[in-house]
């Protein structure tokens, strides 16, 4: 597991990198890309995209998890509630919801940052009445709340590494469903799955976004270490938009089919490797 902080001399050049890649951090995640990230379901549901619960993750896992698992289960729970969100399933955005705050309190992380809390609340209110909500300004609103935090997640070496950590678990759990839903679309254009606002196939801009994130986070957190198995970040999500930046055309479909499966086989593996209980 990586650690920030193991010596005085860690945290100093952690405190004064974050100093340094605060602002480029909410350059990155800029609220529009949130918001493209955040949506990713509602323009799903145009292909004929359904609910699918068996596609969430268990909600019963925040007490055998490390530490480092804790941080991407919360980012993996936060795209289930927005997947549940998009298709108004109350129960299921509540209880990743309710997820979500067990994994903050498990790992003390109100206790060293002062969270808004208003991406919970919007949250909370879509479940208390999904037939009522306008799912354009619910996205909205969870986009904006998302970087309002930002800043103060960006505070300290820990909450960093949650920041980091929970949106690679997003990504891996987004990718995880991209790959289950493949065969409900049809066409090598199709194997994005995403859409942009525009209406064009997604070429990686979320993947691209991450890696920019990555880069620049590095000195905060750079690998993962799950059941013994060290992987850098980047590699996978390297992976993933390299696979979504293919060429299209149908000579190259087979090779696009056979990368996809490749890339398929290992986010699986990561995403079975955060959710297997550590104890």
Same mark, same amino acid.
């Given at each position: 597991?990586?650690?920030?902080?193991?010596?005085?001399?860690?945290?100093?050049?952690?405190?004064?990198?974050?100093?340094?890649?605060?602002?480029?951090?909410?350059?990155?995640?800029?609220?529009?890309?949130?918001?493209?990230?955040?949506?990713?379901?509602?323009?799903?549901?145009?292909?004929?995209?359904?609910?699918?619960?068996?596609?969430?993750?268990?909600?019963?896992?925040?007490?055998?998890?490390?530490?480092?698992?804790?941080?991407?289960?919360?980012?993996?729970?936060?795209?289930?509630?927005?997947?549940?969100?998009?298709? /108004?399933?109350?129960? &299921?955005?509540?209880?990743a919801v309710a997820v979500i705050e067990d994994v903050q309190d498990?790992?003390?992380?109100?206790?060293?940052?002062?969270?808004?809390?208003?991406?919970?609340?919007?949250?909370?209110? %879509?479940? %208390?009445?999904?037939?009522?909500?306008?799912?354009?300004? *619910?996205?909205? =609103?969870?986009?904006?709340?998302?970087?309002?935090?930002?800043?103060?997640?960006?505070?300290?070496?820990?909450?960093?590494?949650? !920041?980091?950590?929970?949106?690679?678990?997003? *990504?891996?759990?987004?990718?995880?469903?991209?790959?289950?839903?493949?065969? %409900?679309?049809?066409?090598?254009?199709?194997? %994005?799955?995403?859409?942009?606002?525009?209406?064009?196939?997604?070429?990686?801009?979320?993947?691209?976004?991450? !890696? *920019?994130?990555?880069?620049?986070?590095?000195?905060?957190? /750079?690998?993962?270490?799950?059941?013994?198995?060290?992987?850098? /970040? &980047?590699?996978?999500?390297? /992976?993933? =938009?390299? &696979? !979504?930046?293919?060429?299209?055309?149908?000579?190259?479909?087979?090779?696009?089919?056979?990368?996809?499966?490749?890339?398929?086989?290992?986010?699986?593996?990561?995403?079975?490797?955060? !959710?297997?209980? &550590?104890?």
């Amino acid at each position: 597991m990586p650690t920030l902080g193991a010596d005085r001399a860690t945290v100093a050049q952690a405190t004064h990198s974050l100093e340094q890649i605060s602002a480029e951090v909410q350059r990155v995640l800029a609220q529009q890309k949130i918001n493209n990230a955040f949506d990713l379901f509602k323009r799903l549901s145009a292909h004929g995209i359904t609910w699918q619960p068996s596609l969430l993750a268990p909600n019963n896992l925040a007490e055998r998890l490390s530490d480092e698992q804790l941080r991407m289960y919360a980012g993996i729970k936060l795209f289930d509630a927005l997947y549940a969100a998009t298709f /108004k399933q109350r129960k &299921a955005v509540a209880e990743a919801v309710a997820v979500i705050e067990d994994v903050q309190d498990r790992l003390d992380l109100r206790a060293e940052v002062d969270l808004s809390s208003a991406l919970f609340t919007t949250l909370k209110r %879509a479940a %208390a009445d999904p037939q009522g909500i306008d799912l354009d300004k *619910t996205f909205g =609103h969870l986009a904006a709340s998302y970087i309002q935090d930002v800043p103060v997640l960006m505070a300290n070496p820990r909450s960093a590494e949650y !920041l980091v950590d929970s949106l690679f678990g997003f *990504t891996i759990q987004q990718a995880y469903m991209r790959g289950k839903f493949h065969d %409900a679309l049809q066409g090598a254009g199709d194997f %994005a799955l995403d859409k942009s606002a525009q209406g064009q196939p997604d070429r990686g801009e979320w993947e691209e976004v991450m !890696l *920019t994130l990555l880069k620049v986070a590095a000195p905060v957190d /750079k690998d993962l270490t799950v059941n013994g198995r060290t992987i850098a /970040k &980047a590699d996978i999500i390297a /992976k993933m =938009h390299s &696979a !979504l930046r293919a060429d299209t055309t149908p000579e190259e479909t087979d090779a696009i089919k056979a990368q996809w499966a490749a890339v398929n086989k290992d986010i699986s593996s990561i995403r079975a490797a955060i !959710l297997t209980p &550590a104890r």
